[in-house]
């Protein structure tokens, strides 16, 4: 124990490294996305909203669930 402490305490003594400013991570979502792109997402957000209040259980959701109540968002609008 007394040498994994030693080998700690070397390590704090040590330069710190260079901090990483800027993260190079791709793109988000398209700042103007077709309206099929954004009725998907409300649909997922809204899915997400009723699991999380217990509505609905995570184990019913189906792809085409999903796609049909993104369908039926788009007609809505």
């Known amino acids: ?5 030693g080998r700690q305490l070397d390590h704090l003594r040590e330069p710190a490294p260079a901090i ?10 398209p700042q103007n996305p ?9 649909a ?3 899915i997400r909203d009723l ?3 217990g509505e609905i259980g995570f ?3 189906t792809d085409a ?3 049909e109540w993104a369908a039926d968002l788009l007609d809505a609008a």
Do not use: F, K, N
Request: aromatic share 8%.
């Open 1 to 5: 124990m007394a040498r994994w402490t």
């Open 20 to 29: 990483q400013h800027m993260l190079d991570l791709p793109a988000g979502q």
């Open 34 to 42: 077709d309206p099929w792109t954004q009725a998907l997402a409300r």
């Open 44 to 46: 997922r957000q809204q």
């Open 51 to 53: 699991i999380e209040q």
């Open 59 to 61: 184990e019913q959701i």
């Open 65 to 67: 669930w999903i796609l």
